[in-house]
């Protein structure tokens, strides 16, 4: 697919959105359109079966650009903020697993790609925050939601109201990374985990997101009770069968099988 600003690839199941919009990959509202069809783009190829966030440069995404939002009539930066909820909610919503590979920078927007992925690997190096009141603004691409639903509301409110950037330990420590690693082991660790994801039963994996996803805006047993159908809904696939007898004959699983 072409991209102005985004590098779009698939390769060994893995989907790779690279945002590229030097120098410090701000989202205009192109990007933010091209980020919502790469990822109607991962959700039609069968063969993605993880998608990978990143960036190159100072920065994974130091926020939104500036020069154009300070010409926003409300009504345009209204659709601003709907064509960032649409793209974000794509990340949230995909069906397969999707890894942000944080380096430098990942500020108001950045900071908001970063939550609405399923998992979030840092560079040691990073800096990450929700700055927008120092603008004037508040986060308008679902910052005040998933920061709250990610850390906590009090966290949140701080992280928010302060607008202050915090650094990787301090991001790990309240649960705003899964993972901190040395810069120059970003890409190869986060290769590493979407290798290991992509080898796992593919329809077992979306329906595992499904199931957390669900869970969260309900009560315990609404989620439990998606979880035993979504058990049930494995065996209409041949996954568990191919699953089950490698794991016994001491075996990889070829999960091409389950589609003949």
Same mark, same amino acid.
């Given at each position: 697919?072409?991209?102005?600003?985004?590098? @779009?690839? %698939?390769?060994?199941?893995?989907?790779?959105?690279?945002?590229?919009?030097?120098?410090?990959?701000?989202?205009?509202? $192109?990007?933010?359109?091209?980020?919502?069809?790469?990822?109607?783009?991962?959700?039609?190829?069968?063969?993605?079966? @993880?998608? @990978?966030?990143?960036?190159?440069?100072?920065?994974? !995404?130091?926020?939104?650009?500036?020069?154009?939002?300070?010409?926003?009539?409300?009504?345009?930066?209204?659709?601003?903020?709907?064509?960032?909820?649409?793209?974000?909610?794509?990340?949230?919503?995909?069906?397969?697993? !999707?890894?942000?590979?944080?380096?430098?920078?990942?500020?108001?927007?950045?900071?908001?790609?970063?939550?609405?992925?399923?998992?979030? !690997?840092?560079?040691?190096?990073?800096?990450?925050?929700?700055?927008?009141?120092?603008?004037?603004?508040?986060?308008?691409?679902?910052?005040?939601?998933?920061?709250?639903?990610?850390?906590?509301?009090?966290?949140?409110? $701080?992280?928010?109201?302060?607008?202050?950037?915090?650094?990787?330990?301090?991001?790990?420590?309240?649960?705003?990374?899964?993972?901190?690693?040395?810069?120059?082991?970003?890409? $190869?660790? @986060?290769?590493?985990?979407?290798?290991?994801?992509?080898?796992?039963?593919?329809?077992?994996?979306?329906?595992?997101?499904?199931? +957390?996803?669900?869970?969260?805006?309900?009560?315990?047993?609404?989620?439990?009770?998606?979880?035993?159908?979504?058990?049930?809904?494995?065996?209409?696939?041949?996954?568990?069968? +191919?699953?089950?007898?490698?794991?016994?004959?001491?075996? %990889?699983?070829?999960?091409?099988?389950?589609?003949?």
């Amino acid at each position: 697919m072409d991209f102005k600003y985004l590098a @779009v690839r %698939k390769e060994d199941g893995i989907g790779w959105l690279k945002v590229n919009r030097p120098p410090m990959n701000a989202l205009s509202t $192109e990007v933010v359109l091209e980020i919502e069809r790469a990822m109607d783009w991962f959700a039609r190829e069968d063969d993605v079966m @993880v998608v @990978v966030i990143c960036a190159d440069g100072k920065a994974f !995404v130091a926020g939104a650009d500036i020069g154009e939002m300070s010409k926003f009539t409300p009504m345009q930066a209204r659709e601003f903020a709907r064509n960032g909820h649409r793209a974000l909610g794509k990340i949230a919503s995909c069906e397969k697993p !999707v890894i942000a590979a944080v380096n430098g920078y990942a500020l108001g927007g950045g900071c908001e790609i970063a939550i609405a992925c399923d998992i979030r !690997v840092l560079a040691d190096t990073v800096k990450i925050g929700q700055p927008e009141v120092s603008l004037g603004l508040i986060p308008g691409f679902g910052g005040t939601q998933r920061l709250a639903r990610l850390v906590g509301p009090g966290i949140a409110k $701080e992280l928010i109201y302060t607008a202050d950037a915090i650094g990787a330990a301090e991001a790990l420590r309240i649960g705003l990374a899964n993972k901190v690693v040395p810069a120059d082991k970003l890409m $190869e660790t @986060v290769t590493d985990m979407a290798k290991k994801i992509a080898a796992k039963g593919p329809t077992a994996v979306k329906l595992a997101k499904a199931c +957390i996803n669900l869970g969260q805006d309900t009560d315990l047993a609404t989620g439990n009770s998606y979880e035993v159908e979504a058990f049930g809904v494995c065996f209409s696939t041949k996954e568990p069968a +191919i699953g089950t007898s490698a794991f016994l004959a001491k075996q %990889k699983p070829d999960w091409k099988k389950a589609k003949e």
